[in-house]
């Protein structure tokens, strides 16, 4: 019964994960912050490269069980959900306003004995604020795509080195690695090359390939220094993570001017207050299955 409730928890922590990279501003670390399995997982992806046997045996089946409700949810994106992401895109983001507005006070509960009385590490949170508001005021809207047909050095470097970047962005808490995607003019490129190549046109094959390369260094080299952050420096980190969750605020308001078709920044008016709703509804219902699932 515990190995299945397990199963299901985790696939749900996925399948959430994935939805989130899918909306403008949102990033998947932040749901599996928000979900209280960020420790394990960034703990997982480093002991998949330097861990020994054991551990990484215990990375392998803990990422496979999310990667399962990940794959799921980006195929639903990439294909049923896509159209409803841009046609009721602020609805979308509403819905995880709610999410992220919901949760912090959970987030600052979760971790008050890190927090309390070191108010001096204020100074990280606004840190965190600025870095993503910071990176959200880049005129993504504006940045020419990468032309991805004839692929030479540069490109190639190009790519490596956005998709390092990229992948770092999305396991951080507050940042969302396809805004920065879409900064480098590489976000439609690379969802078009990934739709044709699970509609078995394996075209963009070299490009993925290249991507992939990208996204496994970036792995490599970012999840040590978060984990090791988390471990000797976590009163620092979580104030710089509530932080960039706050800043991600800002980041989902603007979020639809960052389309393939820009849309006006989300208003008062635009505002959807039942999908906010549902959207703190869905975090305390997270939570409780979260606390019926680690039952003993």
Not at 28 to 39: Q, R, S, W
Not at 92 to 103: E, K, P, Q, R, V
Not at 209 to 222: D, P, R
């Amino acid at each position: 019964m515990n190995k299945i409730k397990d199963l299901i928890m985790n696939f749900i922590n996925g399948f959430c994960m994935s939805l989130a990279d899918s909306v403008p501003g949102v990033s998947g670390g932040t749901i599996a912050f928000l979900l209280g399995f960020y420790d394990k997982f960034i703990s997982s992806l480093d002991d998949l490269f330097r861990g020994n046997f054991e551990a990484k045996k215990n990375a392998v089946i803990f990422l496979i069980k999310i990667g399962i409700g990940w794959v799921v949810g980006f195929l639903l994106s990439a294909t049923i959900l896509a159209n409803t992401f841009n046609t009721h895109i602020y609805a979308m983001s509403s819905l995880f306003l709610g999410f992220i507005i919901f949760a912090i006070p959970i987030v600052i509960r979760e971790e008050k004995n890190v927090l309390k009385s070191k108010y001096k590490n204020l100074i990280f949170l606004i840190l965190g604020i600025a870095l993503v508001i910071g990176i959200s005021l880049f005129n993504t809207s504006n940045s020419a795509n990468i032309n991805l047909s004839n692929l030479n050095l540069f490109t190639i470097i190009y790519i490596f080195i956005a998709a390092m970047i990229s992948i770092s962005a999305m396991i951080l808490p507050g940042i969302s690695g396809s805004t920065l995607l879409l900064i480098f003019g590489l976000y439609m490129p690379i969802i078009s090359s990934i739709k044709q190549f699970i509609s078995f046109d394996f075209t963009p094959f070299p490009v993925l390939f290249v991507f992939g390369l990208g996204i496994l260094t970036g792995i490599l080299v970012f999840v040590g220094l978060i984990r090791k952050c988390l471990e000797k420096y976590r009163s620092q980190t979580i104030y710089t993570v509530i932080g960039m969750m706050l800043g991600s605020i800002y980041s989902i308001i603007i979020g639809p001017t960052s389309l393939d078709v820009p849309l006006p920044a989300m208003t008062f008016s635009t505002f959807n207050i039942i999908a906010f709703i549902i959207g703190g509804v869905i975090i305390f219902g997270l939570e409780l299955l979260k606390y019926y699932f680690n039952k003993k």
